[in-house]
């Protein structure tokens, strides 16, 4: 055991951080303007991507470098310590690309996915299968050598910016209902696809209801075996929980600076109830980041993500919550009567986190099954 | 002794379920089309704003227990209009002054006025120290009340709501808020009846408070109500929601807060005017306490009841949410209130 880099990890991070401070775009974080903010996104990604950046930890012969998965970590890391834009998160469409893709689709697909040309999002959710995922009922009709879809996802978060979906739909409708589900990887321009974005309590656009109306998918953009969407499913939401993957803990701390400054602009600093709450915020930080850090190491020890990603999804919505919690609590009225009205925006933003990717009751669920309590 | 309402309150109860329900904000598209108007006049046609104005020998024509009926059924029902504001916080204020007159006009319903709080909303503003500040709960009033320090007490004056103030986009979104950013022109200010003295000070905010824990207990009962409908009716899994444990002991743990606060704040607006100001005064801090503690809470759990559907803007969920929080921080937050009630406790203050 040691917390530490290893020397080529050291070497990696220095070099990261001066080609961050080189990079980062100045004012993103200014940026109001939400079509502004994806292309301002889009470009970032190129940027990380020409630099070698995105996808480390994948193989080689897809644009990876083979790199372990703490490479990751260490950019998740130090882009938040520094302030940069949201890390593009193509690790778990990737995941399911090249876990269950042919040959073909893998050429195909990984390069622009890496390169961000192509943008993705994730149809899985509907209007009546959200924690019940499996009973879906988006029908993907064989019709030679085409599926004919038809159905309606919801919650496909930046479907109105993305090129691409990961399509979870019914191709067999008679079998029982975790065994009759394939997944696809559909152009979002194919005719058919209507996009109606869906706004948050926040008053953020950034998930979206999709209408799929007689949409023809050639069969080679099935992905994986007929009926074998489930399991494509399961190994996605099991990468896409982790909040090590998509840069959490460094924006965590980040907000918590912003917290203190919040705390010490209102000359709070020397209250003691005040600097407990700051200083449990950041405990509640390490704890998460601690353990996402022994999580990331059995994965670099060749573990396939399992239920203790829920661990780590019921520590970050806890954290996040409770820091929008304080952070309201340190601005007080300021907070409802606009003065800092963007500190409402992220409070209600902050609610999802225990209802997306799995809910914080469906997570439970899935630990006391690990415990092996009886059902 | 007993915890409940009387035949005639159970009335005013129904009554004013009635008017709000034909004025409810019943999804945020509500807040658009609802006839506000409307419901002010129904409201003042049932007496309801006028609850609170003098007889001829100085009594109040219906207690602190009549004003939280009311308050809790409008909040139930995210009634966008200023009770609160104009029928409760000002007229008691100008009827606790002597200004009888001017209470009847706002208990007529033709005037409106709003009340100027300080700018952490935590109290009444008082002129010329609190230089910036917001007026509350001023939709369609032309005057909000404030403080101005006179000799023998507070004296209550009228605020002319004109260029001076900036309507906000606040978190809540079925009550309105307007703020002034520099010390307000002395010269056009009103004053209306006598100074108040410390105690009738007291005895105003008693009934604030109250009628604010009244609203929020209003919007806590309702959200859980309509969550826990929800959890009856929407099926995962082959099942409703609600045969889930997890989801049962949310509701559950939601009811628990929002009927505690209920019980505290009854008492409260009992104790306005029966009790000695200060008892008065520490009984609804206790239910404004209480209230604070748990509305953020109750109302988060039954967005999450709701699931995804409960995040979105078109979604009822956070509008209870907004409302709540404010109330919250109206007239202080349960930190300020457990404050003072440790004075009176500990300090004997
Ligand atoms: C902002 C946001 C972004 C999202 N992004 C995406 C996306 O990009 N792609 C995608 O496919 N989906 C996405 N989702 C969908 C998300 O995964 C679902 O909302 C989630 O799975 C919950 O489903 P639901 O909303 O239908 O709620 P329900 O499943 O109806 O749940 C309602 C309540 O019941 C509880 N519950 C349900 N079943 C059980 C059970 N068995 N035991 C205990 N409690 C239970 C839940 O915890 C919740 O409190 C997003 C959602 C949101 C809000």
Redo the contacts with the bound molecule.
């Keep these: 055991m040691d917390y530490r880099d290893t020397p080529e990890e050291a070497e990696f991070r220095a070099s990261l951080r001066a080609w961050l401070a080189e990079n980062i775009p100045a004012g993103w974080d200014k940026i109001e303007d939400r079509d502004e903010a994806a292309r301002m996104q889009r470009a970032w990604h190129r940027t990380l991507y020409e630099a070698g950046y995105i996808g480390m930890s994948w193989p080689k012969e897809y644009g990876g470098r083979s790199l372990s998965p703490m490479y990751e970590a260490i950019l998740n890391e130090e882009a938040g310590n520094l302030n940069a834009p949201r890390l593009p998160s193509v690790g778990y469409i990737g995941r399911a690309v090249f876990t269950y893709g042919s040959e073909e689709q893998k050429k195909r697909f990984l390069p622009p996915l890496l390169s961000g040309e192509a943008q993705w999002?994730?149809?899985?959710?509907?209007?009546?299968?959200?924690?019940?995922?499996a009973s879906l009922r988006t029908l993907a009709r064989l019709d030679g050598d085409h599926y004919v879809v038809n159905g309606q996802?919801?919650?496909?978060?930046?479907?109105q910016y993305a090129d691409w979906c990961l399509l979870?739909a019914r191709t067999d409708p008679d079998v029982p209902k975790h065994k009759g589900i394939s997944a696809f990887l559909v152009s979002m321009r194919e005719p058919g696809v209507t996009v109606r974005p869906?706004v948050?309590a926040s008053g953020e656009a950034?998930?979206c209801e999709v209408f799929w109306d007689d949409v023809r998918i050639p069969v080679a953009q099935r992905l994986g075996a007929p009926g074998e969407g489930w399991r494509i499913a399961m190994t996605t939401v099991a990468y896409e929980r982790g909040p090590a993957d998509i840069g959490f803990i460094a924006s965590y701390r980040h907000t918590l600076r912003r917290v203190e400054r919040l705390a010490a602009e209102r000359g709070l600093l020397e209250r003691p109830e005040t600097r407990k709450k700051l200083a449990a915020a950041y405990v509640r930080g390490e704890v998460l980041r601690l353990n996402c850090m022994e999580q990331l190491s059995l994965r670099v020890s060749g573990r396939e993500p399992g239920p203790e990603g829920s661990v780590a999804k019921l520590l970050w919505a806890d954290a996040e919550q409770s820091l929008q919690h304080l952070a309201m609590d340190i601005l007080g009225a300021d907070c409802m009567t606009g003065a800092a009205g963007e500190w409402l925006g992220s409070y209600f933003t902050s609610r999802?986190v225990?209802?997306?990717?799995?809910?914080?009751?469906?997570q439970?669920?899935i630990i006391a099954r690990m415990l092996g309590l009886p059902r | 002794m007993l915890a409940l309402l009387d035949a005639e309150q159970q009335m005013l109860k129904e009554v004013a379920g009635q008017i709000a329900r034909a004025a409810e904000v019943a999804n945020p598209g509500d807040l658009k089309t609802r006839d506000r108007a409307a419901a002010w006049e129904s409201l003042a046609q049932a007496g309801l704003l006028g609850l609170r104005v003098r007889d001829e020998e100085g009594r109040p024509s219906a207690s602190g227990v009549e004003v939280a009926v009311v308050a809790e059924a409008l909040g139930a029902g995210l009634v966008p209009v200023p009770y609160l504001g104009s029928a409760v916080l000002a007229t008691e204020l100008l009827a606790l002054a002597g200004a009888g007159p001017e209470a009847e006009e706002l208990a007529a319903g033709g005037k409106r006025a709003g009340i100027l709080l300080n700018r952490d909303l935590s109290a009444p503003a008082r002129l010329p120290g609190d230089e910036q500040g917001y007026a509350w709960d001023c939709d369609g009033a032309a005057e909000a009340l404030a403080l101005v320090e006179a000799p023998g007490g507070a004296q209550v004056v009228r605020v002319p709501l004109d260029g001076a103030f900036t309507p906000v986009a606040g978190a809540d979104l079925t009550r309105s808020l307007a703020r002034y950013d520099a010390p307000i022109d002395p010269s056009g200010l009103t004053r209306a009846g006598r100074p108040l003295t410390e105690a009738e000070l007291a005895r105003w905010e008693a009934l604030a408070l109250a009628a604010l824990c009244a609203d929020t207990v209003g919007v806590m009962r309702s959200a859980v109500t309509k969550a826990v409908e929800?959890?009856k009716e929407?099926i995962?899994?082959g099942v409703p929601?609600g045969s889930?444990?997890?989801?049962q002991h949310?509701c559950a743990e939601a009811y628990v807060s929002a009927e505690a606060a209920a019980s505290a704040t009854g008492y409260a607006a009992w104790a306005v005017d029966v009790l000695e100001p200060g008892e008065a005064l520490t009984a609804a801090r206790t239910a404004k306490a209480q209230c604070g503690a748990v509305a953020r809470e109750v109302t988060e759990t039954v967005m999450?009841?709701?699931?995804?559907?409960?995040?979105?803007y078109e979604h009822i969920a956070h509008v209870h949410t907004r409302r709540a929080l404010t109330d919250r921080q109206v007239l202080g937050d349960e930190d300020a209130q457990l404050l003072r009630i440790a004075d009176v406790r500990l300090t004997g203050e």
């Design positions: 999002c994730q149809g899985f959710s509907e209007p009546e299968a959200g924690s019940d995922l996802k919801m919650w496909t978060s930046g479907g979870l869906i948050l950034e998930t999802p225990s209802v997306y990717g799995g809910s914080a009751q469906i439970k669920n | 929800y959890a929407r995962q899994y929601i889930f444990q997890a989801v949310m999450q009841i709701f699931g995804g559907i409960g995040q979105t």
